[in-house]
Nanobody
Framework: VQLVESGGGLVQPGGSLRLSCAAS????????MSWYRQAPGKERELVAF????????NYADSVKGRFTISRDNAKNTVYLQMNSLKPEDTAVYYC????????WGQGTQVTVSS
């Protein structure tokens, strides 16, 4: 089983990034996929999640209207489009797969700074 995040980096406030999480080794379309983030000195927090078929999503209040989670089950990949980024969005972003078992990726760093 693997979850591999990519797409992180350094971006200026107001900018955009698109994170990807490529999954392998399990029945991807049956799993709820989520993005979490953890800033230095803070607990890991849920950012967004999407159901297996991609028809239902939910977001943390802090990212509503700015972030969009989506998935492509043909590519076993979940995405997080992040727009209007703020310095407080700086964190390591993790993807998580959950059904009967939970899997985590290794994380990708997102830094929002001028």
């Amino acid at each position: 089983v693997q979850l591999v995040e990519s797409g992180g980096g350094l971006v200026q406030p107001g900018g955009s990034l698109r994170l990807s999480c490529a999954a392998s080794g399990f029945a991807f379309s049956t799993y709820v996929m989520s993005w979490y983030r953890q800033a230095p000195g803070k607990e890991r927090e849920l950012v967004a999640f999407i159901n297996g078929v991609g028809t239902s999503t939910n977001y943390a209040d802090s990212v509503k209207g700015r972030f969009t989670i989506s998935r492509d089950n043909a590519k076993n990949t979940v995405y997080l489009q992040m727009n209007s980024l703020k310095p407080e969005d700086t964190a390591v972003y993790y993807c998580k797969a959950a059904y009967f078992t939970v899997y985590w990726g290794q994380g990708t760093q997102v830094t929002v700074s001028s």
